[in-house]
């Protein structure tokens, strides 16, 4: 049982690219994460998706998008990267109804040049 | 606003000296306070789920209570193997939380043998 796998684990993008960052899990979880974790700032979360088809804004969602196409999959863009972007991104999963733990993948490091 | 802080930052111990991890809450209604352990590299594993106050949870040498202001993490008797960032996350009361967590910036605990 996988859980919450992330891909890639680690990235090096230069200001001004795009990229995705892949989420997915085999929980059958109805909701999903996106989080970003700086020195000192604790984890904030950037969208979330409360089923297939939904997104929602979180504390910090400028300069992201995000797409639930499949149950499954929750992906992160970044659409023109930005040094200010440069954080350890981390997924979760939880069941509908909220009261249960999120699980977590085990990150994305990513570093804008 | 939802806020979170955690007590100490860092926080050093001998193996087997026994301490505790403060984690302070300012909420409009608190629905679930979550402890999770993070070591380098990894994603947060999830410890315990407290949902009222004088509740307690323990597992091994760990043990969570809930005040309606705080909650504390006591570390019995710890091991080098305990060392790692232990995060506090509250869940708000309220329809459309959706399970969204607010979480503090985390203690880090170092158990020297």
């Known amino acids: 049982n996988a859980g919450v796998t992330q891909t890639p684990k680690f990235r090096v993008l230069k200001t001004g690219q795009s990229m995705t960052l892949l989420c997915a899990q085999d929980m059958n979880h109805e909701y999903m994460y996106w989080y970003r974790q700086d020195p000192g700032m604790g984890l904030r979360l950037i969208h979330y998706s409360v089923g297939e088809g939904t997104t929602a804004k979180g504390e910090v969602p400028d300069g992201y998008n995000v797409s639930r196409l499949k149950k499954q999959n929750f992906l992160l863009g970044l659409e023109s990267a930005a040094p200010s972007q440069t954080s350890v991104y981390f997924c979760a999963s939880t069941p509908a109804g909220g009261r249960q733990p999120q699980h977590f993948g085990d990150g994305t490091r990513l570093s804008i040049l | 606003e939802d806020q979170v802080t955690q007590s100490p930052e860092a926080l050093r111990l001998q193996e087997g000296e026994s301490s505790s991890l403060n984690c302070s809450y300012t909420?409009?209604?608190?629905?679930?306070l979550f402890w999770y352990r993070q070591d380098p590299g990894k994603g947060p594993e999830f410890l315990f789920t407290?949902?009222?106050a004088g509740e307690e949870k323990e597992k091994e040498r760990l043990k969570a209570t809930l005040t309606k202001k705080e909650s504390f993490l006591h570390i019995t008797a710890p091991k080098p193997e305990d060392s790692a960032t232990y995060l506090c996350?509250?869940?708000?009361?309220?329809?459309?939380?959706?399970?969204?967590?607010?979480f503090g910036q985390g203690t880090i605990l170092t158990v020297h043998p």
């Open positions: 909420v409009s209604g608190l629905r679930g």
């Open positions: 407290l949902y009222s």
């Open positions: 996350a509250v869940q708000v009361a309220g329809g459309t939380s959706y399970g969204k967590l607010t």
